[in-house]
């Protein structure tokens, strides 16, 4: 968290407690470059389960990164944003429901084929062909975003 007094991004948490309306959490945080305190709240968010990857390490879900690849697989489709935004939620509330510390790459990929299929055939079309050839969602990611940029080149 950034110093509000130096910038700095490295600070030590010094007490955590709940907020008082119970969806945050209060921490007094010290910058370990000037030594200021300072009070942050963070909403509690639900958590996600960490995704594993084919070669066994984790990494923690990623909104974002999972929003650029369904957008790549929505482009020039006839699918408002507001449309993408209830398939995120699907798909986040089917990684909660699991309530799983963990679950594999492909157990995602199919929830996100699953909803796509239920949003656009040539979404889901175009996410399942290259999902199938590739070992996880990140090379899958990656291909999407190479794709896009030829057919921006084109
Ligand atoms: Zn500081």
Known sequence: MRCPYCAFLEDK???SRPGKDGRSIR?????????????SYERI???FPMIVKKDKTR??????KLLGGIKIACNKLP?????????????ERKLIEESASEVTVEFLGTTVMEALRGLDPVAYIRFASV?????GIEEFL?????MESEAESE
């Open 45 to 47: 968010e639900e958590s």
């Open 59 to 64: 990494e923690e879900y990623n909104r974002d």
């Open 79 to 91: 699918i408002s944003t507001q449309r993408i935004d209830e398939v995120i939620s699907n798909i």
């Open 27 to 39: 921490r007094r945080r010290e910058c370990q470059a000037c030594h200021e305190r300072f009070t």
């Open 142 to 146: 990656r291909e999407l975003n190479r």
């Open 13 to 15: 948490v010094i007490d």
């Open 131 to 135: 999902y199938r050839e590739f070992e």
